[in-house]
């Protein structure tokens, strides 16, 4: 009998666990939306971070659609923020503060690369581009000039480069490895009273 209350009660804890953790980890795959890509070990290859912030450099154009070799043919599309979970478009003060650091925080010295994460949000880009139809080559002309945005609309009309935020708080690396505390309790509860029940049954 002690046996099997001790496997029950381990089985319970181990459902409770993982079912806390299930919840943690959902990811929502409806609409546009997938999951976050830019974990932790990617900071300072595809993004940085600034205090309570992870900021990005996703696109070398600023329209969600564009003609690259002007045949009429879309050769890009540019996508929202949300398109990674978590990311949001950056507020103005964000912006700002971009400016004022300027290029060289996003550029990597130990690698001699710029931090950049196009191919995240671009479906034709797979880099920063110089003129747009070469995206492994790299230009920093737009943002040396103060030109970035985080918002987009229009088609083929282009004048910045796009950054996107995220809290680092909500990396999900950060988020996937947290126990919440109510499980927590229930699975310690769970390991006392398997202590009680073995107490008296020894006796």
């Known amino acids: ?81 949300d398109f990674q979970l978590n990311w949001q478009e950056a507020q103005d003060w964000q912006l700002q503060l971009l400016r004022d650091l300027g290029v060289e925080a996003f550029f990597n010295e130990e690698t001699g690369e710029y931090i950049e994460a196009v191919k995240y949000w671009n ?16 230009t920093t002309s737009d943002f040396a000039s103060g030109f970035i945005s985080s918002a987009f609309n229009g088609i083929g009309f282009d004048f910045a480069d796009t950054f996107y935020v995220r809290e680092a708080s909500k990396r999900p690396d950060a988020i996937s490895t947290q126990v919440p505390e109510p499980a927590t309790l229930l699975i310690f509860s769970f390991a006392l009273i398997a202590l009680s029940l073995r107490a008296r049954f020894i006796k």
């Open 123 to 138: 479906t034709g880009f797979t880099g920063l581009s110089s003129s747009i139809a070469t995206p492994d080559a790299v």
């Open 1 to 81: 009998m002690f046996k099997f209350a001790i496997s029950v009660l381990f089985a319970l804890s181990l459902f409770v666990s993982n079912a806390s953790n299930a919840s943690i980890l959902f990811v929502d795959y409806s609409g546009d939306y997938t999951e976050d890509k830019l974990t932790s070990d990617l900071l300072d290859i595809n993004f940085i971070n600034i205090g309570d912030w992870d900021y990005v450099w996703a696109s070398p154009v600023n329209t969600e659609f564009w003609d690259s070799d002007g045949d009429h043919l879309y050769d890009n599309r540019l996508l929202t923020a």
